[in-house]
């Protein structure tokens, strides 16, 4: 079982660019969240999303922030037109039921974004 | 709508003290609260989840309770080891109706010293 597996582990962009986080949940865990911590700040939940469904996107900035989780492949974190202040970690999540199961959450490593 | 804080922000302690970290949350009908602990640069590990039914939880020199009515969790480390430095984080999940995130504190910074 090789966990919550977030790629790259560094990633960064110059202001204007795109960036896509890819997050593999835990094998069987078919809920995946979304978390982004901003320099010297708690983790702040984005997204929430089942298969090929959004369950509720509350946290998401409206514009340049989407996110998707397809019927095959990893869910995706989708920045566009970075600018600085989106420079943070973003983790990722995974359960493998709506209540989070007998062992609650389990937590990727993150991606850490750097805008330039 | 849910605000959860932990106290002290940061705390040093010499190696074999006890640790006691605090977390406390506004809205006590919570579905679980679970503790994290997150070294710099990495990401969370779960140490302990603690049901809304349950008391407490032990695991190792790990011990957390849950006192819903008062809307307090305490994370206890017994015989502190400097390998316990790092950032401990309390996160709550509210019941079905209020969705399935969680809210997380903004963490208690914990340095032992050798």
């Known amino acids: 079982n090789a966990g919550v597996m977030q790629n790259p582990r560094h990633l960064v962009r110059r202001r204007g660019q795109e960036a896509r986080l890819r997050c593999s949940p835990v094998?069987?865990?078919?809920?995946v969240y979304w978390y982004r911590q901003l320099p010297e700040e708690g983790l702040k939940f984005m997204v929430y999303?089942?298969?090929?469904?959004?369950?509720?996107e509350s946290g998401m900035p409206k514009e340049r922030f989407s996110a998707e989780f397809p019927k095959e492949g990893p869910s995706i974190l989708r920045i566009q037109q970075v600018v600085r202040g989106d420079s943070a970690a973003y983790f990722c999540?995974?359960?493998?039921?709506?209540?989070?199961?007998?062992?609650?959450?389990?937590f990727g490593s993150g991606t850490r974004l750097t805008v330039v | 709508k849910q605000e959860v804080t932990q106290i002290p922000a940061a705390l040093s302690v010499p190696e074999g003290e006890n640790l006691v970290l605090n977390c406390s949350f506004t809205?006590?009908?919570?579905?679980?609260l679970q503790w994290f602990r997150q070294d710099p640069g990495k990401g969370l590990t779960s140490l302990l989840l603690?049901?809304?039914?349950?008391r407490e939880q032990t695991s190792g020199r790990l011990n957390a309770s849950l006192d819903k009515s008062s809307g307090r969790s305490t994370l206890y480390i017994a015989a502190s080891q400097p390998g316990d430095s790092a950032t401990y984080l309390c996160?709550?999940?509210?019941?079905?109706?209020?969705?399935?995130?969680?809210?997380f504190g903004g963490g208690t910074r914990v340095l032992v010293k050798p």
């Open positions: 999303l089942q298969k090929e469904n959004i369950i509720d």
């Open positions: 603690i049901q809304s039914s349950q």
């Open positions: 999540a995974s359960s493998p039921s709506r209540q989070g199961g007998l062992d609650g959450y389990t």
């Open positions: 809205d006590s009908a919570i579905y679980n």
């Open positions: 094998k069987g865990h078919s809920h």
């Open positions: 996160a709550v999940k509210l019941g079905k109706a209020a969705g399935n995130k969680l809210t």
